[in-house]
């Protein structure tokens, strides 16, 4: 292996140079009226062919491929994860199910039939669900995708492939990395990506051997904000390419359908919504160097690529000719439609610009001359109007600039692409502990409370001061106490549960990770679940100790809690929760064993009813100061 990668530096080291000169001589040209310098491609993510639900998954693939592909044309088809569901009929369990990837092979089979198009497919955790390794029986990616034969995998990582596309004007490299967990549990621990130092070498290669391409586009499942790598270097070996595709998200509920951002490094990152509800797909276009991309849905026509001038807010800084927009001649369009084009009108500020007219038959390619140096300073605003001759229209517009100001793209969407979402949940569950053992050691080191009240007879200023009694209270006394900072720093430290993560192996799983078969997953999701639990278990359970303690304070230390209905019907409906909880949420995706063997979920039910009957019969008279302060 050191030899190959040995041998592989050399030949980038003696080629790259030449390379570059072509590459800089060809981004010298001028953006003309020509049919050159540009092809195109669809990407398609989170199919979730189903076996159980929503069987028109597959069939609206093909229908796709058919009345789409047929006329898009594209030189690629990038699948970006999530090619099959994986979930039984209840949509609780997972589990490879070979029927959905027969379909599934069965549909790109006729898909690649009908034109060009390399279809190029990668895993997502869906694919792996209960998959031990990749050499796996069950890992049925290896025998029914579509990865195609000209990918080359380099080395012997089956995790990153990269295949070039080679044209006429260039070649234009298109990388994929499978950063799928290994193994891959049933859900719902796999849902974030992770990379190892093996990956990581093979994609620092990749990245030396694309340098010398037009242009590479990375490709993968999981954005780059969920996967876990130590350290975080997946974006700055990226940092040379124009772009990372990926899915994963599905719009995010809705709440986020176009989920776009721009590393520091230059690389945009376009996550796109799904198949599987939404029957969204792309259109990428890369005309002289540049990138651009339109997102449409199943059923809509015509379809609109404007690729000269492009949108400043994609602007990939560094890794794009962007100043060939100056000096350009034409407004270029790539028009899709299965009727005949009828008028294509463009407006500028308003104003119109004139007709575009297709410049070869059979071709998208619409053009219409222009004068940049019209526009040379400033934000401008370009509407392009399509109508065809089926009487179906459609309207693209856009914000450009000669000068490059770059307009900033959606915040919600930014902050999950670019934060490190891992890193954010590990902090936020450790702060979590932390603060809260932080308060209560502190309150316990208290000896009256009142010393803290806040002075003031208004709602929220008693409702502060009430809530400080109770959790000094809790503080206070030993039961309480150390039921609480002994279950807060289980949740930190101590196993979950033992449960079938995968079908044919138990599995150990902590909030710091999994453990399964001797491998290990860095802990993810469990962190989130970590949040979720000290929110809805740990914290609530405080808050009606405190009050029960405070209750019989105020009632000469009366023994018992039935008598309080503040404090018993909070406790029946945390008790409910927690044992619905404990019977449904672990053991229908990881088996009985998680129930017998959780000492989380079901170790909070006997924690509950424990603390309020120890708490109901403490006797708070040999509790220190709480007599003498209140």
Not at 72 to 89: E, F, R, W
Not at 145 to 162: Q, T, Y
Request: proline share 4%; glycine share 6%.
């Amino acid at each position: 292996m050191s030899s190959l990668l040995s041998i592989l530096d050399l030949v980038v080291l003696d080629t790259e140079e030449s390379f570059q000169l072509e590459r800089r001589t060809k981004r010298t040209q001028v953006i003309g009226g020509e049919m050159r310098n540009v092809f195109w491609i669809v990407q398609i993510s989170d199919i979730h062919i189903s076996k159980f639900r929503d069987l028109s998954r597959g069939p609206d693939l093909q229908r796709f491929c058919e009345e789409y592909l047929t006329v898009i044309n594209p030189s690629v088809v990038l699948v970006t994860g999530d090619l099959t569901d994986g979930k039984t009929a209840t949509g609780i369990e997972s589990m490879q199910v070979h029927d959905e990837w027969i379909h599934y092979e069965n549909i790109v089979k006729r898909c690649s039939s009908l034109g060009k198009a390399k279809w190029l497919d990668i895993r997502g955790n869906h694919d792996s669900f209960d998959v031990l390794s990749y050499n796996s029986a069950n890992n049925f990616y290896r025998y029914h995708s579509a990865k195609n034969s000209e990918a080359r995998a380099l080395g012997d990582s089956k995790d990153v492939f990269l295949y070039q596309l080679q044209l006429p004007f260039g070649v234009y490299s298109f990388v994929g990395i499978d950063t799928c967990s290994k193994p891959g549990p049933h859900r719902p621990f796999n849902f974030f990506g992770f990379l190892n130092t093996h990956q990581v070498e093979h994609m620092k290669t990749i990245a030396a051997i694309t340098k010398a391409s037009n242009q590479t586009i990375w490709f993968g499942h999981f954005p780059t904000s969920l996967i876990v790598h130590n350290p975080p270097v997946l974006r700055q070996i990226m940092r040379n390419s124009v772009a990372y595709l990926c899915g994963h998200l599905h719009t995010l509920f809705g709440y986020s359908p176009r989920m776009y951002s721009r590393h520091k490094t230059g690389q945009l990152e376009l996550e796109l919504g799904d198949w599987k509800d939404n029957r969204i797909f792309r259109i990428i276009a890369v005309d002289h160097d540049m990138l651009s991309f339109t997102d449409a849905k199943l059923g809509d026509w015509p379809l609109v690529v404007i690729t000269n001038p492009k949108s400043n807010k994609f602007y990939s800084h560094g890794n794009e000719p962007l100043n060939l927009m100056g000096t350009s001649t034409h407004i270029r369009l790539l028009v899709y439609s299965p009727a005949r084009i009828k008028q294509i009108v463009v407006y500028i500020d308003r104003h119109e610009e004139g007709e575009a007219f297709q410049v070869w038959h059979g071709y998208p390619l619409y053009v219409l001359d222009w004068h940049p140096e019209q526009y040379a300073y400033g934000l401008h605003y370009m509407e392009v109007f399509v109508y065809d001759e089926a009487g179906r229209n459609t309207t693209a517009s856009q914000t450009f600039s000669i000068d490059l100001t770059t307009s900033g793209l959606d915040l919600l969407p930014r902050l999950i692409l670019l934060f490190n979402i891992y890193s954010l949940g590990k902090l936020f569950f450790s702060l979590c502990i932390f603060f809260y053992c932080l308060i209560l050691i502190m309150f316990r080191q208290c000896s009256c409370i009142y010393n803290y009240y806040l002075p003031g007879h208004e709602v929220q200023i008693v409702a502060f001061n009430s809530c400080l009694m109770k959790l000094w209270l809790v503080a206070r006394t030993n039961v309480s106490f150390y039921l609480m900072i002994g279950s807060v720093f289980y949740l930190a430290f101590g196993p979950w549960f033992i449960g079938r993560l995968l079908t044919e192996h138990l599995g150990v799983v902590f909030v710091w990770g999994i453990i399964v078969d001797g491998s290990f997953i860095p802990g993810a999701l469990t962190y989130f679940y970590g949040i979720f639990q000290f929110f809805t278990f740990s914290l609530p359970l405080s808050l009606i100790l405190g009050v029960l303690l405070d209750s019989r304070r105020k009632n000469g230390n009366r023994k018992g809690f039935a008598m309080y209905p503040w404090v018993l019907i909070p406790s029946v409906l945390l008790l409910a929760y927690t044992v619905y909880l404990a019977f449904s949420e672990f053991p229908l995706s990881y088996g009985l064993e998680a129930f017998i063997f959780g000492p989380l979920r079901t170790g909070n039910i006997f924690l509950l009813i424990g603390g309020l009957c120890w708490s109901s019969r403490t006797d708070l008279r040999k509790v220190a100061s709480v007599n003498e302060c209140v």
